[in-house]
């Protein structure tokens, strides 16, 4: 079963529980027969930007990385072990007219896809992947969101 381990703040009001559920819903439909283990570190605009320059040679701080590490299978089940960063700070400061909390979900999301194997680099793909995020966004529980 696919798991989440929460490290550093989540938003108020959001759950690890609610965190591992949106990423079972959204993991399950994309890559089904695929379990994944994933370490969520919630962290501010040093520690991504270290991170990110680090593992992708880019000296900038982001919103969001999402990195796919090992694959395991056994008994014919595979488990994917990923990470992902999250700078709850740029999250706050990117926010606009969304709520902070409606932004974390979009962002966790956006990440979510990418382990599942979407890109936005070509065109194509960065519709595909934006019109997924717009159907998962929608599936958020009410309440959830906001």
């Known amino acids: 079963m696919t798991s989440v381990e929460v490290q550093g703040d989540l ?12 990423a079972r ?21 040093k520690e991504i930007r270290r991170i990110n320059k680090l593992y992708r040679g880019v000296d900038a701080v982001t919103d969001v990385l ?6 395991i ?13 999250i700078d709850t700070k740029q999250v706050f400061s990117q926010k606009g007219k969304n709520t902070y909390k409606e932004e974390f979900w979009q962002v ?10 979407y890109d936005h ?15 998962y966004r929608k599936q958020i529980p009410k309440g959830q969101e906001r």
């Open 73 to 85: 299978v056994f008994q014919g089940l595979e488990t994917r072990i990923c990470d992902i960063i």
């Open 121 to 135: 680099i070509r065109t194509a793909d960065k519709k595909k992947m934006e019109d997924a995020e717009d159907n």
């Open 25 to 45: 819903i959204i993991l399950a439909a994309e890559t089904p027969g695929i379990e994944y283990q994933i370490g969520l570190l919630c962290t501010d605009g």
């Open 108 to 117: 966790l999301i956006h990440a979510l896809l990418h382990l599942a194997g």
């Open 11 to 22: 938003p108020p009001d959001i759950s690890p529980e609610q965190v591992e559920q949106t």
């Open 66 to 71: 999402s990195f796919v590490g090992e694959s």
